[in-house]
């Protein structure tokens, strides 16, 4: 199992362009998240999915959209980048339920975007 | 609302003891605790459940004080590889988000 994938690792972008972070994992999990996270902070929730075709909002979910046609991809999309953006990205995948409360989340390695 | 961790952070010395704490303004069923290292992903602990149920890593033990709204991660006898920033996060009462604290960064020294 390649567990939790994101491309791409590094991507620098200038304001106002659009681009989309792939995400991908071959667990079978029904639950996929996106966080932010900025140095020295936390992670933030941006979007979640509890299932193909079910998106929601996390804390955070301005300039960015996802969809998740399939159980395996969760793609974030940033409509109109901004320097606020600056961050690392990291996608999450947990259980085969719809649940959080119990389970393990599996992390990606990453996307570190630089908004110029 | 997110959960606040003590101390920020911590210095120690390999064989050292340390206790990470996480309390929150809201009552909690779960408390998941991970582990980043400098340019990495986190990763997982483990996990806490109301009524005393623990799932994770054998070698760390931790606490759930379901009353005061409160987690304590236990570092004994620290390891080098002890070293990295820890989070506590805790599920919302649907299950379906974890909020994050702001992290603890802990260094072991040899």
């Known amino acids: 199992n390649a567990g939790v994938t994101q491309t791409p690792k590094f991507q620098v972008l200038k304001t106002g362009q659009s681009m989309t972070l792939q995400c991908a994992q071959d667990?079978?999990?029904?639950?996929m998240s996106w966080y932010r996270q900025d140095p020295g902070m936390g992670l933030r929730l941006i979007h979640y999915?509890?299932?193909?075709?079910?998106?929601d909002q996390g804390e955070v979910p301005n300039g960015y959209n996802v969809s998740r046609s399939t159980t395996e991809d969760f793609p974030l999309r940033l409509l109109s980048a901004a320097p606020s953006q600056t961050s690392v990205y990291f996608c999450?995948?947990?259980?085969?339920?719809?649940?959080?409360?119990?389970?393990?989340?599996?992390f990606g390695p990453g996307t570190r975007l630089l908004v110029l | 609302q997110q959960p606040v961790q003590s101390p920020q952070a911590v210095i120690l010395r390999e064989g050292e003891d340390a206790v990470i704490n996480c309390s929150s303004s809201?009552?909690?069923?779960?408390v998941h605790w991970y582990r980043q290292k400098h340019g990495e992903a986190p990763v997982f602990l483990m996990i806490?459940?109301?009524?005393?149920e623990q799932k994770g890593h054998e070698k760390i033990s931790a606490s759930f004080n379901e009353k005061k709204q409160q987690s304590s991660l236990y570092l004994t006898a620290s390891q080098l590889s002890y070293s990295g920033t820890y989070f506590c996060?805790?599920?919302?009462?649907?299950?379906?988000?974890?909020?994050f604290g702001g992290g603890t960064r802990l260094m072991v020294k040899p």
């Open positions: 999450a995948s947990s259980s085969k339920t719809r649940s959080l409360r119990r389970e393990t989340q599996y």
């Open positions: 667990m079978n999990h029904e639950y």
């Open positions: 999915s509890v299932g193909a075709g079910i998106t």
């Open positions: 809201k009552a909690l069923y779960s």
């Open positions: 806490l459940l109301k009524g005393g």
């Open positions: 996060g805790t599920a919302n009462n649907a299950g379906n988000m974890l909020t």
